[in-house]
């Protein structure tokens, strides 16, 4: 039985942020389609100069594109067990091509958790944001700092901010999420697998919530 989970949530609610956390204790990939881009984009693959202009504009990927390279991703064998989604699906669409995809696969999304958190809270996340240039591990310069300045605590690699993190692309971002990606809580939510998650409190406190709502379901695989 694979365990299969959705972190939902704004850019800078904590997606990344908790699926780190959430592997601490659950041997399963994460998969960030906003971290799959964003690679292809560094290797400059035709891929990465096909989404370039849509990341940096703070748009979403065409549909299409985007569950093509997802689905590449998750039915590889590391995903077998289960998988951690980030950032994916991010529009109706795509949430009926991963409950197609996954009815293929013989599986169902378990858990979809929607981390909730303010707008103004959002933006003052994301101009904080400091980002590792070798593992993608994400700090925050008041709110989660590095030990080292400047470098990973995880890898020691360089620490740089991200393009779409400027104040007017980060705007764009999150009225994108409030038009295509929050009616998603709703299609979530009467699927009856939605749990809400208060994304405002500290790290600790939003990974505990969310180990409570995932641990019972992941007894077969811990
Ligand atoms: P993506 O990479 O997915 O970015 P995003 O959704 O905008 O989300 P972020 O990564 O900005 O935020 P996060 O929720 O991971 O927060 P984090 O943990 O870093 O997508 C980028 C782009 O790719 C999109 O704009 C689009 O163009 C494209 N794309 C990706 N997926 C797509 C899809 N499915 N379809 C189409 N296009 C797609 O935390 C943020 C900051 O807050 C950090 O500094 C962190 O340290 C801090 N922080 C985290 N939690 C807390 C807390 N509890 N308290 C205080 N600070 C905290
Ligand atoms: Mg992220």
Redesign the pocket.
């Known amino acids: 039985m694979a365990l299969d989970i959705i972190l939902l949530?704004?850019?800078?609610?904590?997606?990344?942020?908790?699926a780190e956390r959430l592997q601490s204790w659950l041997p399963l990939p994460h998969v960030?389609?906003?971290?799959l881009?964003?690679d292809a984009m560094e290797s400059d693959t035709e891929l990465g100069k096909l989404?370039k202009g849509?990341?940096e504009r703070?748009?979403?990927?065409p549909?299409e594109i985007?569950i093509r390279m997802v689905a590449e991703r998750i039915t590889r064998p590391d995903c077998d067990q289960g998988v951690i989604l980030?950032?994916?699906?991010?529009?109706l669409a795509?949430a009926r091509a991963l409950d197609a995809l996954f009815e293929r696969m013989g599986r169902r999304i378990d858990a979809v958790l929607n981390i909730q958190v303010e707008k103004q809270v959002l933006m003052e996340?994301?101009s904080?944001?400091?980002i590792c240039s070798q593992c993608d591990r994400?700090?925050?310069r008041q709110?989660?700092p590095e030990q080292v300045r400047g470098s990973c605590d995880a890898c020691g690699g360089d620490l740089e901010q991200r393009e779409?993190d400027r104040p007017e692309t980060q705007r764009r971002?999150i009225n994108?999420y409030e038009e295509q990606t929050a009616p998603l809580i709703r299609y979530y939510r009467e699927r009856g697998v939605l749990v809400d998650i208060d994304?405002?409190?500290?790290?600790d406190a939003?990974a505990q919530d969310i180990r409570e709502a995932v641990e019972p379901l992941s007894r077969e695989i811990v």
């Open positions: 949530g704004a850019p800078g609610s904590g997606k990344g942020t908790q960030s389609s906003g971290e881009f964003r989404v849509y990341i703070g748009e979403l990927v549909d985007t980030d950032g994916f699906p991010r529009t795509q996340r994301l904080g944001r400091w994400s700090y925050h709110n989660n779409d971002r994108v994304g405002e409190q500290d790290v939003v």
